[in-house]
């Protein structure tokens, strides 16, 4: 069974860095790229970026470019996302996702609320 | 960036009816599209991919159409389970976006 959990997230103070993960199971993690989309509360999808297989490429949504990076471990089997200079506007749940033809299966989310 | 404009944004309709959601792009997508189905507190699930691609698992009660920039989700026959909010998106090129969403209702 495919499986992607989340976690990492909670409350964070503006202008604080988080990383989230996202431990994958069930599937062969290296064979597929892998997204992240946000959701701000009440709030349609965003999509954040997405890597390949090997990390070799990495794409972003443009306005995020400067301030989420993202990443993987292949050996863990996990994927990553590194938010800084968070801001009120990046409070979402933040959802991972399997890219294959189109993204087949994803995380319950984890929730991320920007707050001094 | 591609713009992808959904549109009703809330529809309600009645039980066994056939139902319409349209997806337009701001630019030819060649069928790189996808529809999403949220229900309440839910993430979001793959219903359809690359336009006609029933996801796995998926009722036969839903369908895609499209080309170019106009695409269609259209259930056959609603069933009180598809109340849920609908999005489309596309993968033609990055950075990949999404259209606002539809939330659907049973009248």
């Known amino acids: 069974e495919v499986k992607l959990v989340e976690s990492g997230g909670g409350l964070v103070q503006p202008g604080r860095s988080l990383k989230l993960s996202c431990a994958a199971s069930?599937?062969?993690?290296?064979?597929?790229?892998m997204g992240w989309v946000r959701q701000a509360p009440g709030k349609g999808l965003e999509w954040i970026g997405e890597?390949?297989?090997?990390?070799?490429?990495?794409n972003y949504t443009p306005s995020l470019k400067d301030k989420f990076t993202i990443s993987r471990d292949n050996a863990q089997n996990t994927l990553y996302l590194q938010m800084s200079k968070l801001g009120s506007e990046d409070t979402a749940i933040y959802y991972c996702a399997r890219g294959s033809w189109g993204f087949d299966y994803w995380g319950q989310g984890v929730m991320v609320t920007v707050s001094s | 960036d591609i713009q992808m404009t959904q549109s009703p944004s809330f529809l309600s309709a009645s039980v066994g009816e056939r139902v319409t959601l349209s997806c337009k792009a701001s630019?030819?997508?060649?069928?790189?599209l996808d529809w999403y189905q949220q229900k309440l507190g839910e993430a979001p699930k793959l219903l359809i991919y690359?336009?006609?691609n029933l996801h796995t698992g998926i009722p036969s009660r839903f369908s895609g159409s499209g080309s170019g920039t106009d695409y269609t989700l259209t259930i056959s026959s609603l069933q009180p389970e598809d109340v849920a909010t609908y999005f489309c998106l596309q993968r033609n090129s990055w950075p990949l976006t999404f259209g606002s969403g539809t939330k659907l209702e049973i009248k």
């Open positions: 890597i390949n297989q090997d990390s070799s490429t990495i």
């Open positions: 690359n336009t006609n």
């Open positions: 069930g599937f062969s993690f290296n064979d597929y790229w």
């Open positions: 630019q030819n997508i060649n069928k790189y």
